[in-house]
């Protein structure tokens, strides 16, 4: 081995050593925000909990979930035991076990609902778990919050005695995990469409019981504990409205199997190390979560509005961790005789996904606060209305803000980035496009919010609050405040044309796109800079200034950013 060759491997040990040991300890950001949107008490009554956790994602789930993700370490369907048993089974290798134990068990990612109004933890320590992809479980995580909730807000008694300890405990050996299976083949957002039917069949668990016939199509965490599912209940109809939210156990009451076969497991593009399946009912044992006919509606406000904020923070670990890398590697990585950070493009990949990765998670925890008050009956119907959207756009944007992050972060690693075996980045890039489609594509959400703005009028609100998040215009602050006013009206005019095509509402929501993007990026921007403006003077805070400066002039200033002299200065600072 040359000297030369030699001197560039110890650069990439030193790249190797720089990754932080402790994803909570090491973010400032998100110790900032927990003191906020917590309390600073009870911030402090979960810091031990919090800072073993980010010491264990890093050396217990991160080696854990890249040997499960390995193409010969993936989930594999077992159907018969030894002795000819149906047992309708998916082995996984032992690193499955290990993740889940970090996961649910170190990070009590499901137990900490056992507090009141517990979003903000919950999602922070999801956010903590993402730092690895999903690693198996962080899926299973997002739908098990979702059955903790429906079951707790609809279910009967019985049903709850029955499920809810098993699902809130921490001991990973004992724990229940859930599952959502609603699409099926002939539609995936198109959920009336949805033909698989539930048939009466007396009375159980403190509410009817019901048998399950047909097909679901994607069934993620195929073989979850607790599977919830929806099934048209013949008499009440077509479309969301004929649709009852039922729960499936995976076994029945002596022990068996419960009434449904595997198909095959999904060959998927990420999120591997969790089995996806495709499975038919044939007569499932079922039990109704809440009234038949309000099923539909149970699903959006209990699970998928759950599932879409923890894709929002599953995104905003993903972008974090990407940054987190490339950072390192930039400062340690030499090329023509200095460190690739020295050059001007390359400060500006890094501070454009430090900061956009900062975004994220202030816009993230910002909506568990907002969900936490609203679980305490703090919201009003504005307030309320805003979450509802916002849940939405926050979802749309931070999937195709991290989608960038990674991709950038490969481009930073130059062709080291796109080898699976040297870094994270490939795997998070793959599981980012799942979640972009997960829980609604772009273009669902655009059209749900669309409709949400015509009939309820609801971008009203929306666009007052935002205004209020912004500082104000006139103020002496270091801040393209200009260029963020300027976007808002824009965002506003721009809702307001596409509003007058509801005689065409396909039409009204490609006209919409645009100016709900701008929102979403007015909300990041806002998000971070009420962080910034809590903070006392100093460096931090002028630190966190132009973090939030960055952030508008990059996704909110129509046209490119002027680079310049003073250009070059400002990504030095933010590189620092």
């Avoid at 930039?330 to 501070?351: C, K, N």
């Avoid at 990674?406 to 040297?422: D, H, M, P, Q, R």
């Avoid at 009939?455 to 405040?481: C, I, K, N, T, Y």
């Amino acid at each position: 081995m040359s000297e030369t060759q030699a001197s560039a491997r110890e650069d990439l040990e030193a790249w190797r050593a720089l990754q932080p040991t402790n994803v909570y300890e090491s973010n400032r950001l998100l110790n900032r925000l927990l003191d906020h949107h917590l309390g600073e008490a009870r911030h402090a009554a979960h810091r031990e909990h919090l800072m073993t956790f980010g010491e264990k994602v890093m050396t217990k789930l991160d080696p854990a979930a890249i040997v499960g993700n390995r193409p010969w370490n993936l989930p594999r369907l077992e159907r018969w035991s030894p002795i000819g048993e149906r047992i309708e089974a998916i082995e996984h290798h032992p690193t499955h076990a290990v993740c889940g134990e970090a996961i649910y068990q170190d990070g009590r990612v499901i137990a900490v609902y056992e507090e009141p109004a517990a979003n903000t933890l919950a999602q922070a320590v999801f956010y903590l778990s993402s730092h690895t992809g999903e690693a198996g479980h962080n899926c299973p995580v997002a739908c098990t919050a979702g059955v903790v909730k429906a079951l707790s807000a609809a279910g009967s008694p019985e049903l709850q005695e029955r499920w809810l300890p098993g699902l809130l405990t921490d001991r990973y050996t004992e724990r229940l995990d859930g599952a959502q299976f609603l699409t099926e083949v002939q539609g995936g957002s198109d959920v009336g469409a949805n033909a698989v039917v539930a048939h009466p069949d007396g009375e159980a668990m403190g509410t009817t019981r019901w048998r399950i016939e047909g097909e679901k199509w994607f069934c993620s965490n195929a073989d979850a504990d607790v599977i919830l599912m929806t099934a048209r209940v013949a008499e009440n109809g077509q479309g969301t409205r004929g649709l009852g939210l039922f729960l499936v156990p995976r076994l029945l009451e002596d022990g068996r199997i419960n009434h449904f076969k595997y198909r095959r497991l999904k060959d998927k593009l990420g999120t591997r190390s969790m089995a996806s399946a495709e499975i038919d009912f044939e007569g499932a044992v079922a039990y109704a979560v809440g009234d038949v006919s309000s099923g539909f509606r149970t699903v959006m406000n209990h699970v998928i509005n759950t599932s879409r904020l923890y894709n929002s923070l599953g995104c905003a670990g993903i972008a974090q961790r990407a940054s987190t890398v490339a950072d390192a590697y930039a400062r340690r990585r030499r090329a023509f005789g200095q460190p690739i950070l020295e050059y001007p493009q390359v400060q500006e990949m890094v501070a454009d996904m430090r900061v956009t990765s900062m975004g994220l998670l202030a816009g993230g925890l910002e909506l568990a606060g907002a969900a936490d008050a609203n679980e305490r009956g703090e919201l009003d119907q504005d307030g309320q209305g805003f979450l509802r959207v916002m849940t939405n756009l926050v979802k749309l944007s931070s999937c195709q803000h991290s989608h960038r992050v990674v991709l950038t972060a490969i481009e930073t690693l130059g062709g080291n980035g796109a080898i699976e075996s040297f870094s994270v980045l490939p795997r998070l890039l793959r599981d980012n496009v799942v979640y972009e489609n997960w829980e609604g594509t772009h273009n669902t959400l655009i059209a749900q919010t669309y409709r949400d703005f015509s009939r309820l009028g609801l971008h009203q609100q929306v666009f007052e609050r935002l205004a209020s998040m912004l500082p104000s215009g006139d103020s002496d602050l270091p801040l393209p405040l200009n260029v963020a006013q300027e976007a808002l009206e824009e965002a506003r005019a721009g809702v307001q044309e596409a509003l007058e095509l509801q005689d065409d509402p396909g039409l009204g929501a490609l006209v919409l796109k645009p100016h709900v993007e701008r929102m979403a990026n007015l909300f990041f921007a806002g998000c971070l800079a009420a962080d910034a403006l809590r903070i006392p003077g100093g460096h931090e805070r002028d630190e966190a200034l132009a973090c939030v400066g960055w952030f508008i002039d990059r996704h909110l200033r129509s046209g490119d950013l002027q680079r310049d002299r003073a250009h070059g200065e400002r990504l030095k600072a933010l590189t620092a």
